[in-house]
């Protein structure tokens, strides 16, 4: 990847030796600085795998399933609509599930349960998205220290020689531009993957609120 990314930056016209890097070449000259940026990178892959799994699980339900609690609630068979909210696992099942075993009591108490059922199950949706989006912004940063201190070190050695050899000096500056790229690179793919995720969270959290709205509607039909 990174021989495909240097054709485009380095003269082609040098010799191939020269032009050629590998990959693990320039994670070793990185230093130290890489293997946070590793922890990082695992961290976040990680994190968008197990967040995706529970938000697109999350999203299944069955088709006919606010069918259903409607027809047994305008029926008078709560007990049977809160069971078909029982046999789903979504987090819109278990917020309906709330109000249905508040039927009953005023609208309004109702209308609360509902919202505080919700506000836990989009907190659960959450969960561990905040980190993604810290990595996001502190990986960049953690390959920029990584920079910013191989070019004190550089500056350092060249300050102690008595000549400066501009192979060594510009040996010193690629290497210590490494980081800031490694850096940027897991922040990039940290980033992209939590808009996304937030993406697919905001579908989830639109349906929630059709949903009880129409659920209240529901409630509300009798006394019309």
């Known amino acids: 990847m990174f021989k495909i990314l240097l054709q485009g930056f380095v003269d082609t016209s040098l010799p191939k030796e020269v032009t050629e890097v590998s990959f693990w070449n320039l994670l070793t000259k990185g230093g130290w600085i890489m293997i946070p940026l590793a922890i990082l990178s695992v961290v976040a892959v990680g994190l968008f795998i197990e967040r995706y799994l529970a938000i697109k699980g999350a999203q299944k339900m069955s088709v006919d399933f606010m069918d259903k609690v409607k027809e047994n609630v305008l029926s008078g068979n709560v007990a049977v609509a809160k069971e078909i909210c029982q046999a789903e696992s979504s987090p819109i099942a278990r917020m309906i599930e709330k109000g249905v075993s508040r039927i009953g009591h005023p609208l309004k108490d109702i209308e609360v349960a509902i919202e505080n059922a919700g506000k836990i199950e989009i907190n659960r949706l959450e969960n561990n998205l905040s980190t993604l989006a810290t990595i996001s912004g502190a ?6 220290l990584g920079t910013v201190l191989g070019m004190i070190q550089s500056f350092m050695v060249m300050a102690q020689q008595k000549s400066v050899d501009i192979g060594t000096m510009a040996g010193g500056i690629y290497e ?12 990039l793919i940290a980033y992209m993957a939590y808009n996304y995720l937030s993406s697919l969270l905001q579908k989830i959290i639109y349906n929630m609120e059709f949903t009880s709205v129409d659920f209240i509607d529901l409630l509300q039909e009798p006394s019309k």
């Open 139 to 144: 990986a960049p940063m953690i390959g920029f």
């Open 176 to 187: 210590a531009m490494v980081t800031t790229a490694g850096g940027l690179i897991v922040g």
